[in-house]
């Protein structure tokens, strides 16, 4: 990646597309017959310090107009600008989002792996989330100090369906299953839980686990933005079963990273042109010291 550039040079875009460390780093669009690149993927400066590697892509939509989306794959440090130096997770979805608000993206479709933690969901499976619960430190107010955000339906509903009917299709096509309701678990990392914290997770309704989806799903609900995800299920989490598969964990991280990136790149070209969600609605809540407006109201 080149040096990193003034936010004033952020391009213009309507739509986000992010790619996650679940699935590697393979499944990128480029290769995709709708898609074309425009220039090479470059880093931002904000305020927040500078952000992952961006690249503009152009997209032929369903409907045949030219979209324009912003693709990043967050979180993978070994993408940062030398010059940039070893930056928080905190600091990098922080900085992201502020260059995607200043860019106009209005909607983001994202895609990541996942382990199950129960016996329900299953490796290959695909899963769309309809809610969370975090356990990473809190990032929400820092894009705009003081703020908070409601997170009534955290993802967006109409993303959510497209993703739903592309991952219905992807399912049928590769024999395995897709569910349109699941709890995310969000955790810190860098380490993975140990089989008291999952099971824990599990009685707290938590369905799958990753570490990422937070803050990414808050900071869009900040921003203004709508955002859903798809993930695959690579593995079970520790303790789900007595051991995990590694050769059927690497051969799904090998193989199923082009396979997901498709599935979230289709719903970015399904998306209806307008957004006719509720997400704005929700929008930004009371912030501290203001939540006696909303007893006497």
Not at 169 to 180: G, L, M
Not at 202 to 228: K, M, N, W
């Amino acid at each position: 990646m080149s040096e990193v550039r003034s936010a004033a040079e952020l391009p213009r875009a309507g739509y986000a597309l992010l790619g996650r460390s679940g699935t590697g780093t393979q499944g990128s669009p480029d290769g995709d017959p709708r898609v074309s690149v425009d220039g090479d993927p470059q880093a931002y400066q904000t305020p927040f310090g500078p952000t992952p590697s961006i690249s503009l892509l152009r997209l032929r939509s369903e409907t045949g107009e030219e979209r324009e989306v912003l693709f990043t794959r967050p979180r993978d440090i070994r993408e940062q600008a030398p010059a940039a130096g070893r930056v928080s997770r905190s600091q990098q979805s922080l900085a992201l989002f502020w260059a995607l608000q200043r860019a106009g993206v209005g909607r983001i479709v994202a895609e990541s792996g996942a382990a199950s933690i129960t016996q329900h969901f299953h490796p290959r499976d695909l899963v769309i989330p309809h809610d969370f619960i975090d356990f990473t430190p809190q990032s929400s107010g820092q894009l705009e100090p003081g703020a908070a955000v409601s997170m009534r339906d955290p993802f967006c509903p109409d993303i959510r369906e497209v993703l739903w009917q592309r991952s219905r299709r992807f399912a049928a096509e590769k024999a395995t299953r897709a569910f349109n309701r699941a709890v995310h678990a969000s955790v810190e990392g860098p380490r993975f839980e140990t089989a008291a914290e999952v099971a824990a997770l599990a009685r707290l309704g938590g369905d799958v686990i990753s570490q990422g989806v937070t803050p990414d799903v808050y900071l869009a609900r900040e921003i203004g933005a709508c955002f859903a995800t798809v993930e695959m299920v690579l593995n079970y989490a520790e303790g789900v079963r007595p051991e995990w598969d590694f050769d059927l964990l690497r051969a799904i991280v090998r193989e199923g990273a082009e396979e997901l990136g498709k599935v979230a790149l289709d719903a970015v070209a399904a998306l209806p042109a307008e957004r006719g969600c509720s997400c704005l609605e929700h929008g930004k809540g009371p912030g501290p010291g203001e939540s006696g407006d909303l007893l006497s109201a």
